[in-house]
């Protein structure tokens, strides 16, 4: 199977800091790579899918970049909404869709 | 508007069962693929198990491959996860999702969630 891994995981900030975080697959996927937010108590919900394509409705802040094994998820400004935790996960291989272990943004 | 309501979590001893349902609006439910997400608490997702629009294939997680069964109803627009064997490490909120496309896996929408306790 295909291992997700992050990083950090976690990190703190400022409002209107640039904010990157990294995800790194064990094989090649391509760029079969999605990220989602997630809040607590709240479903994931999904930013970017296939490495660079933004979902609808979410701001341009946010930018996703990378193929082959290392990826990464841009958040220019940040902003208060944005406090939460980040999920990469591959969908280069069913099964399984593996997730990674996610990236906690807090405020600093 | 897309809705994705789960129901029919709960608390049930090891070894038990329990049948989760999904039931969507909003959308023609037989063009998508679904799938079932689950988080234990304070973990991250783990994705459970996939149904294409056509009702084949599945597929599930290694974790849950040969306890649980996916299966989905277009004329009710619902999808179900029946889920055997209930172990303690079972014990999550268990999301159902949409793909976001049949040409691409990602996991559009959500639903709330419902939560599976498995203790005695």
């Known amino acids: 199977d295909i291992q997700m891994t992050q990083s950090p995981s976690s990190l703190s900030a400022s409002v209107g800091d640039r904010v990157t975080i990294t995800c790194r697959a064990s094989?090649?996927?391509?760029?079969?790579l999605n990220w989602y937010q997630q809040k607590p108590g709240k479903a994931p919900k999904l930013l970017i899918y296939?490495?660079?394509s933004l979902q609808s409705g979410v701001p341009s802040r946010f930018s996703g970049s990378g193929s082959g094994t290392d990826f990464t998820l841009t958040i220019s400004s940040l902003q208060p909404d944005d406090f939460a935790t980040y999920y990469c996960?591959?969908?280069?291989?069913?099964?399984?869709?593996?997730f990674g272990p996610g990236t906690k943004v807090d405020i600093k | 508007e897309v809705q994705l309501v789960e129901s029919g979590g709960g608390l049930v001893h090891p070894g038990g069962s329990l049948r989760l349902s999904c039931t969507a609006s909003?959308?023609?439910?037989?063009?998508?693929?679904m799938n079932w997400v689950r988080q234990a608490p304070g973990k991250g997702p783990e994705w459970v198990s996939f149904?294409?629009?056509?009702?084949?294939?599945?597929y599930y997680a290694d974790s849950v491959k040969g306890r649980f069964t996916i299966s989905r109803d277009n004329a009710k627009n619902s999808l179900y996860l029946q889920m055997n064997s209930l172990r303690a490490e079972d014990t999550a909120v268990y999301y159902c999702?949409?793909?976001?496309?049949?040409?691409?896996?990602?996991?559009?929408?959500w639903g709330r969630g419902t939560m599976v306790t498995v203790s005695s």
């Open positions: 999702a949409r793909d976001i496309s049949p040409a691409y896996d990602a996991l559009d929408f």
């Open positions: 909003g959308f023609i439910f037989s063009s998508y693929s």
């Open positions: 149904i294409s629009n056509k009702i084949s294939p599945t």
């Open positions: 094989q090649n996927i391509n760029i079969y």
């Open positions: 296939a490495t660079s």
């Open positions: 996960q591959q969908s280069y291989t069913t099964p399984p869709r593996t």
